[in-house]
């Protein structure tokens, strides 16, 4: 139970529903995404990582108003890129995203680059990426170079995802697009082609999907 920064969002639910502390409410709030009745306040509910509002129906604020927010994404790749600094006194910051895709698709990322101090469990600075469809556990968690070239598929049409940093600058950079829900994917195949030259010039030939395979049940 718990993680290194405290007691996780399933830890407390976990507590509630052992203690039954939902029965002080009449009436329980109708929570979306995850969300559960605050039994301190039954007409508000508390809510996973990513969701914010009454009910958990909107994208939980980010620290600064020049971050988060919903990406749309297509079926041409787009690039996120984002850097978050820490200057004078160390703070807590996060940045909270939703990519959304049409119903009855898929989102596909690929990172490109993960640029942080290494620490196990990613604690303190990092990037989550919420890819399954229940969106209360915590999500894939990354904040080392290694991740680097780490392609997945959603489970759903949404992907919230939080950016924060805690101690240390953090940067990333991803891709990503969407596919149909129905095709499988194989990200056994990536493969990124550099090309080096005495003229200095760098050219990166990159092919994001290399290999679909068709799932029929």
Do not use: W
């Amino acid at each position: 139970m718990g993680q290194m920064e405290g007691p996780s969002f399933v830890d407390v639910l976990i507590m509630n529903e052992h203690y039954q502390c939902q029965k002080k409410c009449p009436e329980l709030a109708p929570c979306q995404n995850g969300g559960f009745t605050n039994s301190r306040n039954c007409k508000l509910c508390k809510c996973p990582s990513g969701f914010g509002g009454a009910y958990c129906e909107q994208i939980a604020p980010s620290f600064s108003p020049f971050c988060g927010g919903e990406l749309e994404a297509e079926e041409t790749l787009k690039r996120f890129d984002i850097t978050i600094r820490q200057s004078g006194e160390t703070r807590s910051k996060m940045c909270v995203y939703h990519i959304k895709a049409p119903e009855g698709k898929k989102i596909i990322i690929d990172i490109l680059e993960v640029r942080s101090k290494c620490i196990e469990g990613c604690y303190q600075d990092g990037l989550e990426l919420k890819m399954k469809k229940d969106f209360r556990p915590v999500g894939y968690r990354f904040c080392c170079p290694e991740s680097s070239r780490r392609k997945m598929s959603s489970e759903t049409n949404m992907v919230p995802f939080m950016v924060y940093s805690r101690e240390n600058d953090f940067s990333v950079s991803f891709e990503y697009s969407y596919v149909d829900a129905k095709i499988g994917f194989d990200d056994s195949t990536t493969k990124d082609e550099k090309i080096d030259n005495p003229d200095g010039v760098k050219v990166s030939i990159s092919s994001v999907f290399k290999r679909f395979r068709r799932q029929f049940r």
